[in-house]
């Protein structure tokens, strides 16, 4: 699943590409991933739209619009697990959408367009989700959180989170800290890949209560957060799956991961052999020795 590095990456190339254009079209085969909304009906209110901007929420693409009468408008695509945005051309045929661009786009994993844009100077921005699970929104802009997104945690890269807002956080929170990291309520952005290389970076267990963490650990964890992160958006994201960004390129974090999907290899820190578990339904990577 595409997490707050990924997301990152699409939003920091499309407001290179797509901002100041007006979408002359919007195609969908799939409108489940529009939460009931009507194709016919969406296609209506953003045709003519000019793209003002991009923001990200968590894992969430933010598009705002503007529409007719000047109206503002939000639409907003949650990628969930194999979903990610790509820009270039595209044709019709009978086995769907081709891409008529070449290059990386016309990598398998990128063939699988469920939602087009069809853009003002000729390209289109489309959605390749081979599991269709990725969701898409259209709601007025208002001040503050798209509504749709009020229940979202703080940004972990956000200037304005600190090592005393985690403390926060942490505080009374009795579950897992591998599942406390991961919850989007409490902390946006994080999912399994970059929990997993957190926790490692931070010398703690996964299967530790939240609450347990002690004010020196919680200073590594806060440390070990910003910098993962930060190195993974440098890195342009993880391409462990199906994540390519709006080019269709692979990100380069998965060349350099410490634990995740790393079941048998030598610890980093220590030679240990990094461990597999399984906590509420999920694949958690650690070092049993280092990760105490």
Same mark, same amino acid.
């Given at each position: 699943m595409p997490e707050l590095p990924e997301v990152q990456t699409m939003v920091g190339d499309l407001k290179r590409r797509i901002v100041g254009r007006k979408i002359i079209g919007l195609w969908c085969d799939f409108p489940r991933s529009l939460g009931g909304a009507n194709v016919a009906g969406l296609g209506r209110i953003v045709r003519g739209a000019r793209i003002s901007g991009l923001e990200r929420f968590g894992k969430n693409v933010v598009i705002r619009l503007i529409g007719r009468g000047n109206k503002p408008w939000r639409l907003i695509i949650h990628p969930k697990m194999t979903g990610h945005l790509l820009m270039g051309k595209w044709k019709k045929s009978k086995e769907g959408w081709m891409s008529a661009s070449g290059g990386h786009l016309a990598e398998k994993v990128n063939q699988f367009i469920h939602f087009?844009?069809?853009?003002?100077?000729?390209?289109?921005?489309?959605?390749?989700?081979?599991?269709?699970f990725a969701k898409i929104?259209?709601?007025?802009?208002?001040?503050?959180?798209?509504?749709?997104?009020?229940?979202?945690?703080?940004?972990?890269?956000?200037?304005?989170?600190?090592?005393?807002?985690? /403390?926060? #956080?942490?505080h009374g !929170?009795? %579950?897992?800290?591998?599942?406390?990291?991961?919850?989007?309520?409490?902390?946006?952005?994080?999912?399994?890949?970059?929990?997993d290389e957190v926790l490692w970076l931070a010398k703690i267990d996964p299967l530790r209560?939240?609450?347990?963490?002690?004010?020196?650990?919680?200073?590594?964890?806060?440390?070990?957060?910003?910098?993962?992160?930060?190195?993974?958006?440098?890195?342009?994201?993880?391409?462990v799956n199906n994540y390519r960004d709006i080019r269709g390129r692979k990100g380069k974090y998965a060349e350099e991961r410490l634990v995740y999907r790393r079941t048998g290899d030598k610890?980093?820190?220590?030679? /240990?052999? #990094?461990?597999?578990? !399984?906590? %509420?339904?999920?694949?958690?990577?650690?070092?049993?020795s280092c990760q105490k």
């Open positions: 087009l844009l069809k853009l003002s100077r000729g390209e289109m921005l489309g959605l390749s989700d081979v599991r269709k929104t259209l709601e007025e802009e208002k001040e503050g959180y798209p509504s749709s997104l009020d229940k979202l945690g703080p940004d972990p890269t956000s200037d304005r989170f600190n090592r005393e807002d985690l /403390a926060r #956080i942490l !929170k009795k %579950g897992k800290i591998k599942q406390v990291l991961m919850d989007q309520a409490v902390l946006s952005g994080i999912g399994n890949i970059y929990s209560r939240a609450d347990s963490i002690e004010s020196r650990e919680l200073k590594l964890l806060y440390a070990s957060i910003r910098r993962i992160l930060g190195k993974a958006i440098n890195l342009r994201g993880s391409s610890c980093p820190r220590c030679g /240990a052999g #990094i461990r597999r578990i !399984k906590i %509420g339904g999920r694949s958690a990577h650690f070092c049993p």
